[in-house]
């Protein structure tokens, strides 16, 4: 097997960070990849914004998690016992598990293809985070978390138009565990072949 392929297979989501904050070139290339991920009509719309500000963060974090309004995990039906997640432990605080950088992907708000590139956009960094050794988890509910008086005050800051739209997080940071979290088994009758 190749090492693109290994890697695609070996990523996990990791909600478990050190606190050290991750090398600053090993983000560029994180970042790097994020901006050569297909983009719908080549427009290249997202917008990425990285930020290390732990207490923005932290503020943030907590908002996302109060947007949280899915199903609470149960012992049959859970997202991950090693890497647990809002959903299955309602003591986590933020819904950036203290990741030590937060990107946020914003994309035009009236654009048909915004949450397609930005989730594209959020896989290849991902594993490019994961091919340097640095864990991460895409996290949803940006769209809540940027509509708050927060989130809008800093997208102003950030100089980031109105008329884009948080989209979707990406949390990055050094994996506290050594042990990576096990895959779940894959489902079946996932691939239908057609002659
Ligand atoms: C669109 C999308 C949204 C996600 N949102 C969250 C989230 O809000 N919080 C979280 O902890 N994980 C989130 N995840 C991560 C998934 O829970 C994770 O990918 C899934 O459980 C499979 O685990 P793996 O990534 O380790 O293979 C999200 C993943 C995707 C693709």
Redesign the pocket.
């Known amino acids: 097997m190749n090492e693109v392929i290994k890697n695609i297979l070996g990523r ?2 990791i ?1 478990k960070y050190k606190p050290e904050q991750i090398a600053e070139d090993t983000l560029n290339a994180i970042l790097l990849a994020g901006t050569y991920a297909p983009s719908a009509g080549g427009r290249q719309s997202p917008v990425m914004v990285a930020c290390q500000d732990a207490g923005i963060n932290d503020r943030l974090g907590k908002i996302n998690k109060a947007a949280f309004n899915g199903s609470i995990s149960t012992a049959q039906s859970y ?2 016992k090693e890497q647990p ?2 959903a299955d432990d309602v003591s986590l605080k933020s ?1 950036f598990y203290g990741a030590p950088t937060v990107l946020t992907l914003f994309a035009p708000k009236n654009f048909l293809y915004s949450v397609a590139d930005c ?1 594209i956009a959020a896989q290849n960094i991902v594993l490019a985070a994961h091919s340097l050794g640095v864990g991460s ?5 940006a769209e809540d978390t940027f509509a708050s008086e927060l989130g809008q005050r800093l997208q102003k800051e950030w100089g980031i138009s109105y008329d884009y739209e948080a989209t979707i997080h990406v949390t990055l940071g050094y994996p506290a565990d050594d042990a990576p ?1 096990k ?1 779940k088994p894959r489902k079946e009758r996932r691939i239908i072949r057609v002659f």
């Open positions: 996990r989501s909600r997202i991950s997640s809002i819904g989730s988890c895409i996290v949803a509910r979290p895959a």
